[in-house]
Structure formats: structure tokens, C-alpha cells
Nanobody, 126 residues
Framework: VQLQASGGGLVQAGGSLTLSCVTS????????AAWFRQAPGKEREFVAA????????SYADSVKGRFTISRDKVKNTMYLQMNSLKPEDTAVYCC????????????????????WGQGTQVTVSS
């Protein structure tokens, strides 16, 4: 499975961006996809996850109410709509996928994810 993330850029605080992650290659009937981010000098952190088949979502508390994760089954693409961006959202954002429907707790950590895309830089200026 290959993942290709795009859509990052420079935006002012309060602005919006939408990230995309296209999946290709061998797929399974059910899997969980997610966005993680890593800021300079910090550990990678969970942002949001979605169960591909049912569309069930979960979010980190820091982005809940501002970010929306979604997927297009036909296009095999996952999105992250980011609104009301803050300087602390500045990071490299990566998409990831894991076979099967991960439990909520498992979906929030990186080690169950087998497939990772390259990152896309999001910079929010104050």
C-alpha cells in the first residue's frame, strides 16, 4: 500500500488548509487511516483517524472541533480539513494506514500503522 500526502503550505493563524492522502496499491476490505504530525523537536503525535468502511472518526483533543477527517472511497483518498489554524499546529503532517478496524485506543498511537506516506509541511504564522 502506498500513501501520498499533499496540500500543506503556509497560512496565517485563523486560516484553513485541506490535506489529501491518496492510497494506492494492494488494499484490504477494511482498514483504518490516520493523520499524525510532528513538530520540530517534538515527538510524533496523533491528529485524527477514520475507519475506512464505516467512516467512524476520532480526534486528538487539541484539534477537536477545528479539524475534520473524511474519506472518498471512490477516489481512495483521505482528507483533513483544518480550520481555525493556530501557530502550534505547525508541523509535518503524515498519513498512515493499518489493516483492519483498530480499536479507538489503538488508532491513536503510531505503532499499529503499517503504511506511511511522506510528510507535507504545514506552517501557521502568527
Amino acid at each position: 500500500v502506498q500513501l501520498q500526502a499533499s496540500g500543506g503550505g503556509l497560512v496565517q493563524a485563523g486560516g484553513s488548509l485541506t490535506l489529501s492522502c491518496v492510497t494506492s496499491g494492494r488494499t484490504v476490505s477494511s482498514y483504518t487511516a490516520a493523520w499524525f504530525r510532528q513538530a520540530p523537536g517534538k515527538e510524533r503525535e496523533f491528529v485524527a483517524a477514520i475507519r475506512w468502511s464505516a467512516g467512524t472518526t476520532s480526534y486528538a483533543d487539541s484539534v477537536k472541533g477545528r479539524f475534520t477527517i473524511s474519506r472518498d472511497k471512490v477516489k481512495n483518498t483521505m482528507y483533513l480539513q483544518m480550520n481555525s489554524l493556530k501557530p502550534e499546529d505547525t508541523a509535518v503532517y503524515c498519513c498512515a494506514a493499518a489493516a483492519g478496524n483498530l480499536a479507538l485506543s489503538a488508532s491513536r498511537v503510531d505503532h499499529p500503522y503499517d503504511y506511511w506516506g511522506q510528510g507535507t509541511q504545514v506552517t501557521v504564522s502568527s
